[in-house]
Structures are given as C-alpha cells and as structure tokens.
Nanobody
Framework: QVQLVESGGGSAQVGGSLRLSCTAS????????MGWFRQAPGKEREAVAT????????YYADSARGRFTIARDSTGNTQYLQMNNLEPEDTAIYYC???????????????????????WGQGTQVTVSS
C-alpha cells in the first residue's frame, strides 16, 4: 500500500521561505511523475510543480517559477518543495502527489491535471502573512 506523508508546512512572513517534504512508502514504480499541488479556499486544486523521474524534467506554474524548486532525494523516496520569497497568494493547502500505473507523461512533461495522479499526501497548510 502506497503512503505519502507530508511535513514542513506552517506560517511564514511575506518574503520568507518554507520547505515541504513528502516521504513515500510502498511506492515501487520506475519513471514516474511527482508533483506538488495546492488548493486555496474557494479555488480549484492547481499544479505548482512537477518532476518526471525518468529525465528530471520539471514544470513550474507561472506563479511559482523562479521562487519554488521541486526536488527529490537520491533514493527517490522523498520529494521536496522549496518555497522562497513567499507571497500572501501562496496561502493554501499543499499536497504532494505521485502517478500510478498509468503513464501521464506527454512530450517529456508530466501531466499538470490533478486527476492524473493516483497517490496523494494528506495535505499541509501554508499561510503567508504580511
């Protein structure tokens, strides 16, 4: 049974930094997609960043590019989202996700549709205040 366990959320000031971690257990796929999504109150869940393990290709939402970095450790068991220069608009619940049996890569990039991902972390709140 696959489990994704998140940690690292919390509160930060505008311009501050947070790092989210997500550790997978029971996950045995090769060449998979990992992603970070977020959902603010009253808004759709959106992709923040994705990474394809087969090539290391990454995707960042426009709002995250240049401020956030998705990464994984050498074992692939843990993925990270380093968030710098945080803005109030970054306030949301953040979820890590991984693909399942279905291939969700197109043109070398992972899908950014949340419905494409089979495995999810429990979510962690990030609150940015001025």
């Amino acid at each position: 049974q696959v489990q994704l366990v998140e940690s690292g959320g919390g509160s930060a000031q505008v311009g501050g930094s947070l790092r989210l971690s997500c550790t997978a257990s029971g996950y045995t796929y090769d060449n998979y997609c990992m992603g970070w999504f977020r959902q603010a109150p009253g808004k759709e869940r959106e992709a923040v960043a994705t990474l394809y393990s087969g090539s290391g290709t990454t995707y960042y939402a426009d709002s995250a590019r240049g401020r956030f970095t998705i990464a994984r450790d050498s074992t692939g068991n843990t993925q990270y989202l380093q968030m710098n220069n945080l803005e109030p608009e970054d306030t949301a619940i953040y979820y890590c996700a991984r693909s399942g049996r279905s291939r969700i890569v197109s043109g070398g990039h992972c899908s950014t549709a949340w419905v494409s991902y089979s495995h999810w972390g429990q979510g962690t709140q990030v609150t940015v205040s001025s």
